[in-house]
């Protein structure tokens, strides 16, 4: 079946380090989605990215449609930033398929 | 609305009871979607309205799921006969329209005792 895996599962940082998360995806997508999910479980819309690259502050996100891949970029990491990021997929049908997210913890 | 309301937030119920969630998703979204969410896992796709049509219920765990979208608009997820392994967070999404970006809900959180 379809298949959506992250790198790292888990990651630990002291605040003002830099972090690259990876989203690999087994087939073609239609689009690409990266989420931060809060301590209180929001799912936060950080990219909607098919391909090309995109920057929104210290976050920036790449996508490798041909070479099915995805990275997000945290630049000068924040206790805010911590959490589970998750990618999701579309192929397809217009489901998302989540990725097994990354664990992020970011410690002053 | 501004953004995809989902209510109760919380919800307790005894094993055996019917519940119902529901879902206002943002206004002028014609795609639906309702994710389950367990502890420590990602989301797991449950069912996807486009309009009031329910077009994929491939991922509703079995026949005590039912979801409907009577007006394309408002979405309610039924779940009858509750059982311990339901107790999750039960997470709501809309898009536009197909293949474009979706929000998703505050969710909400069912636990059954």
């Known amino acids: 079946g379809i298949q959506v895996e992250q790198s790292p599962p888990d990651l630990i940082l002291q605040e003002g380090a830099n972090s690259t998360l990876r989203c690999n995806f087994s087939d073609s997508v239609n689009n690409l989605q990266w989420f931060h999910q809060n301590p209180w479980g929001q799912l936060i819309n950080l990219f909607y990215?098919?391909?090309g690259t995109k920057q929104n502050g210290r976050l920036s996100a790449t996508t490798v449609a041909t070479e099915r891949y995805s990275l997000l970029y945290i630049s000068s990491s924040q206790t805010t930033d911590s959490g589970v990021y998750f990618c999701a997929a579309r192929y397809n049908t217009d489901k998302l398929i989540f990725g097994t997210g990354t664990r992020l913890q970011v410690f002053p | 609305g501004a953004g995809v309301s989902q209510s109760p937030r919380y919800k307790v119920a005894k094993r055996g009871q019917d519940v119902a969630l529901r879902c206002d998703p943002i206004?002028?979204?014609?795609?639906l979607f309702w994710y389950q969410q367990a502890l420590g896992q990602g989301p797991e796709f449950l069912t996807y309205?486009?309009?009031?049509?329910?077009?994929?219920k491939s991922g509703l765990p079995s026949d005590r799921f039912f979801a409907e979208r009577p007006e394309g608009s408002v979405s309610t997820l039924k779940i009858q006969r509750t059982q311990q392994e339901d107790s999750a967070v039960y997470l709501c999404a809309s898009s536009y329209g197909p293949n474009t970006e979706a929000f998703f809900g505050q969710g909400t959180r069912l636990t059954v005792v």
């Open positions: 990215i098919p391909s």
């Open positions: 309205f486009q309009n009031e049509a329910q077009l994929d």
């Open positions: 206004s002028g979204h014609v795609s």
